[in-house]
C-alpha cells in the first residue's frame, strides 16, 4: 500500500504530534518514515531599520540555524530508530512549501502526515 510516508518537521511539539500517527501507519502497512525538515534562512534573516528594509545576511546565523536544524532531525530519527521504526531524515533548503512538494515528488512519497501550523481559523 504505502511505502514511503513522509512527515514535514520543524522539530516543534506541534509539528511532533504528527509522528505516532504515521508511526501507526507505516506498522500497518511496512512504509518507511521520512521526516524532513525545511532550512529556510529567510525565516530569520533580520532587517536594518530605516527607510527601506534591507535584508541583512549573516551567514554564521544560517550556518548556526542549519546545524541546529540537523540536530533536531537527527535526534528525532534516532529516536524513532532505537524503537524500532524504520525510519530516516532529509534536511531540505529552501522555502518550506516548495521544498516540501517538490521533495514529494521526486522521492515517489505515497503519503504525507503533518499538522497545523498552529495558527487559529479565520476569526
Do not use: C, N, W
Not at 37 to 55: C, K, M, N, R, T
Not at 94 to 102: F, Y
Amino acid at each position: 500500500m504505502y511505502k514511503t510516508i513522509l512527515v514535514p518537521f520543524d522539530g516543534s511539539a506541534l509539528s511532533a504530534r504528527a509522528i505516532p500517527v504515521a508511526v501507526a501507519l507505516a506498522g500497518r502497512t511496512g512504509a518507511r518514515l521520512q521526516l524532513a525538515l525545511v532550512h529556510d534562512p529567510s525565516a530569520y534573516i533580520p532587517f536594518v531599520p530605516g527607510e527601506v528594509a534591507i535584508p541583512v545576511y549573516d551567514a554564521e546565523l544560517v550556518r548556526e540555524h542549519r546545524m541546529q536544524d540537523q540536530a533536531a532531525l537527527d535526534a528525532t530519527v534516532a529516536e524513532l530508530t532505537a524503537q524500532g521504526v524504520s525510519a530516516s531524515g532529509v534536511l531540505l533548503d529552501g522555502t518550506i512549501v516548495e521544498a516540501l512538494v517538490e521533495h514529494a515528488q521526486s522521492a515517489g512519497v505515497d503519503l504525507t502526515v503533518m499538522t497545523t501550523h498552529g495558527r487559529s481559523g479565520f476569526a
